[in-house]
Structure formats: structure tokens, C-alpha cells
């Protein structure tokens, strides 16, 4: 019998907060959905379920293995999955739980060994700019900087107001600064809440936050 949370998953579909997997073929590809649960809210991954919401089941021990082994070789700082295995339709399937993150940003190691930062957007895994993880890192920090808008921030500050939405290249040209200080211009108001970062498949744009 499928347990309730299960059919409720199946129901609901993909989201921000659950994956499906069919099979799991590669630990660097699945780490990147790890990851970009532990940046977010956490969330779930079910193996053993297809794309279209059927039940496929699990054929072996291999994906318990290869969730393990990206779980703690092919994520920064390892994650600690939670495994279930339930019945479903007479087919056995894994639930794997990945928890909130308390050390973001995670980073997940491609099969070239090089290390990324992912974030999820609705049902996609998307590679988080260097803006997102100069914030998550900000956030970790024990000591709040405390500072004085300066005039440019001030002026950026207006711009996101006049246009509702701002991305950096725009804030770049419009004051003919470099991405380097830009990043560290808008990090520091977003670390305040007075700008709000959005993510999409294609952009990340910036709106005001709380005054």
C-alpha cells in the first residue's frame, strides 16, 4: 500500500521542495539536486518515480549506494540524507530527505572535480551567481556588518525603485562600475533586506526589499 505522504507527492508533482528520479546513473549529477535543496528549503527526492508521476520502483542497492556517495564525497560540506523505503504499487521506492542546510552554501563537484553552488528554482537546479553565494556566505558570518548607505548605493537603491527590477549589467552601465564592485555593492543591501534577489532560469534581478 502507498503510504498517504507518498500519493500526496505523486499528486502534487515536481516543485522546489521534491524531485523525482527514475534511476540514479551519476553522483555528480544528483548532488547538484542535493545541493540545491540544502541552499533553499531542503526538500525531498523520490527514486524510483518517473518524470510522468508512475512508479517504476528501485532494481537494486545501487542507488542507496550512489545517493550515499554523493552525499558525502560529491557535496560541500557533506549532507546528511535521511533514507526511507516504502511500497508503492508493489514496487519499492527510496525517499531521500535532504535537510535545510546550516552551513551554506553547499557546493556540489562536477565529474571534471570542479566545485559549484546550485540553487532551486521551482523544479530546476540552477547555478547560483556570484552574488547568491557572496550572500550565503555573508549570512554565515557571527558579526553583522554595520554600515552607511553611500551615495552610490543610495543611487542604486533609487534606480531598483524607478524600474521595479534591476539586473547587474545594468547597474554596471549605469554607473560605470565593474562587476566586482557591483557584486560587493549589492550584496551589502541585500545582507540588510533593502533589495530582494530573484532567480529565474535565465536572470537574476534585483527588487526592493523592506524600507
Known amino acids: 500500500m502507498t503510504p498517504s505522504h507518498i ?3 505523486l499528486i502534487s508533482g515536481e516543485s522546489e521542495t521534491l524531485d523525482f528520479k527514475q534511476t540514479i546513473s551519476s553522483a555528480a549529477k544528483i548532488a547538484k539536486t542535493m545541493v540545491s535543496f540544502a541552499n533553499h528549503k531542503g526538500g525531498t527526492i523520490l527514486v524510483g518515480v518517473r518524470d510522468n508521476r508512475t512508479i517504476g520502483g528501485i532494481k537494486s542497492e545501487d542507488e542507496k549506494y550512489m545517493l550515499d556517495l554523493a552525499a558525502h564525497f560529491f557535496c560541500k560540506p557533506e549532507i546528511n540524507l535521511v533514507l526511507q523505503e516504502h511500497e508503492a504499487e508493489g514496487k519499492t521506492i527510496i525517499e531521500a530527505i535532504v535537510p535545510k542546510g546550516a552551513e551554506r552554501p ?26 547568491t553565494v557572496d550572500l550565503m556566505k555573508r549570512q554565515q ?8 548607505f553611500t551615495p552610490l548605493e543610495r543611487g542604486i537603491l533609487q534606480m531598483v525603485e524607478t524600474q521595479v527590477k534591476v539586473t547587474m549589467p545594468q547597474v554596471c552601465q549605469a554607473f560605470n562600475i565593474s562587476r566586482r564592485r557591483a557584486t560587493r555593492i ?20 534585483y527588487s526592493l526589499g523592506e524600507p
Not at 108 to 121: E, L, N, P, S
Not at 189 to 205: A, D, I, N, Q, Y
Request: hydrophobic share 35%.
Open 141 to 148: 558570518s557571527p558579526h553583522n556588518k554595520q554600515f552607511s
Open 186 to 205: 549589492l550584496v551589502n543591501l541585500l545582507s540588510v533586506g533593502v533589495l530582494r534577489s530573484h532567480t529565474t532560469e535565465k536572470m537574476e534581478f
Open 7 to 9: 500519493r500526496k507527492y
Open 106 to 131: 553547499y557546493y556540489a563537484k562536477d565529474d571534471q572535480g570542479k566545485w559549484w553552488v546550485y540553487v532551486r528554482v521551482n523544479d530546476q537546479c540552477i547555478l547560483a551567481s556570484k552574488v
